[in-house]
Structure formats: structure tokens, C-alpha cells
């Protein structure tokens, strides 16, 4: 089965600064899609970014970027000039590229953003 | 555009007590899914659905019954409510069953059982 790790419960950044948030996954497939949701105090859950990891190029979305490295298995993200509204859980997660699977979260690390 | 509906916001039940979480989503997306959030173990999938008539265990499925009736529709019954299912419930939808597809999440209901 597969399992995705974040190793940093919490993690911190003065506004205007950039931080980057770890993650790593453990699977034996080829073949899948990552992604990183934003969860802020009102408990949506928000898509940030997607990486498709039969592309090399790492996925942007505005301040938002991976550094994916799948031979490493590794799929960390980085936030460009911070901002107050960027303070929240994020939990990266993955999925199979095989058809009917969920997604597998990680245990989220908490972003405070300091003004 | 409604999205993904979750009924109730908040709950509060007493221990052997039995209760429906409502989802609803008017996207007409086939695939829908139910995940409980515990504080330190990220969302974890409790049943989830491919269509209609559709149904499979995720993860943490003990205490939890699902039905999917209708496409719209993934209610996620408690049969006799335990502490251990205090927690906050997310139901999510997607387009298809390709793992492409971003999914939409409703806004959680926070369940307390005393």
C-alpha cells in the first residue's frame, strides 16, 4: 500500500519570505498523480497543486511550485512571498493512476505566517 | 453552483446513538468518497463509491455503512455511535474515475460523541 510522509508538523515564515514544505511517498507503482491541498481555519479543503509524475517538468501555480524528484520519491513545496493568507494546514497526498483508487493523505504540516 | 453539500455542520451524539451524514453534490460526478479528520493523522478514507449501486471500504470502515442510491447521493450512517468516532467527516466528489481528477470536498461535519 502506498504511504505518504510529511515530516514536519508545523513549520513557520516571516511574510514575504519563502518556505518549503517536505513530503515524501513510498510505492512501487510507476505511474500516479500528487497533489498539495490547503486546509485554512474554515476547514475547506483546497487544491493548490497537481503533478503528474510521467512529466519531469515540476508544476507551478502562481507563488505556489514542487520540487518533484521521483526517483527520490520526493514531492516538497515551495511558497513564494508568503502571505498572512497562506497561514493553514497542508497535507500532500497521493494517487494511482489505476482506476477506482482514493487518495492516500499525509498527516499535514501546519504553516504559521508571521507579519 | 452548490459543489458538495455535507449536512450537518456540527453533531453531537451520545454513546450507542445511531445517525446519516448527508453528502450531496450536483456536479454529476460518479466518484465519491468519505474520509474522517483526527488531529495528527491527516484524512483518512472511510468508504467511497465509483456509481451508483457502487460500493467499497476504504481504510477505516468499522462502525460505518454507506449506500449509493443515486448519483447525487453517498449518506455515511453511524449504526451505534462510539467515542472513537468523534471526529470531523469529509465527503468528496470527483469527475470520473481517473486519478486526474481534482476532487471537491465539502465543508466537514463535526461529530462528538459523548
Known amino acids: 500500500a502506498q504511504t505518504v510522509t510529511q515530516s514536519q508538523p508545523e513549520m513557520s515564515v516571516q511574510e514575504a519570505e519563502t518556505v518549503t514544505l517536505s513530503c515524501t511517498y513510498d510505492?512501487?507503482?510507476?505511474?500516479?498523480?500528487l497533489f498539495w491541498y490547503k486546509q485554512p481555519p474554515s476547514r475547506q479543503m483546497i487544491l493548490v497543486i497537481r503533478?503528474?509524475?510521467?512529466?519531469?517538468q515540476n508544476a507551478t501555480e502562481n507563488r505556489f511550485s514542487v520540487n518533484f524528484q521521483k526517483a527520490a520519491k520526493s514531492f516538497s513545496l515551495k511558497i513564494s512571498d508568503s502571505q498572512l493568507g497562506d497561514a493553514a494546514m497542508y497535507f500532500c497526498a497521493y494517487r494511482s493512476e489505476a482506476g477506482n483508487t482514493p487518495l492516500v493523505f499525509g498527516k499535514g504540516t501546519r504553516l504559521s505566517v508571521i507579519a | 453552483n452548490a459543489g458538495v453539500t455535507q449536512t450537518p455542520k456540527f453533531q453531537v451524539l451520545k454513546t450507542g446513538q445511531s445517525m446519516t451524514l448527508q453528502c450531496a453534490q450536483d456536479?454529476?460526478?460518479?466518484?465519491m468518497s468519505w474520509y474522517r479528520q483526527d488531529p495528527g493523522m491527516g484524512l483518512r478514507l472511510i468508504h467511497y463509491?465509483?456509481?451508483?449501486?457502487?460500493?467499497d471500504q476504504g481504510e477505516v470502515p468499522n462502525g460505518y455503512n454507506v449506500s449509493r442510491s443515486t448519483t447525487e447521493d453517498f449518506p455515511l450512517r453511524l449504526l451505534s455511535a462510539a467515542p472513537s468516532q468523534t471526529s470531523v467527516y469529509f465527503c468528496?466528489?470527483?469527475?470520473?474515475?481517473?486519478?486526474?481528477?481534482?476532487?471537491?470536498f465539502g465543508d466537514g461535519t463535526r461529530l462528538s460523541i459523548l
Open positions: 510505492t512501487s507503482e510507476s505511474d500516479y498523480y
Open positions: 503533478q503528474e509524475a510521467y512529466k519531469q
Open positions: 468528496a466528489s470527483s469527475r470520473g474515475q481517473g486519478p486526474s481528477q481534482p476532487q471537491h
Open positions: 463509491s465509483v456509481g451508483a449501486g457502487i460500493t
Open positions: 456536479m454529476n460526478h460518479e466518484y
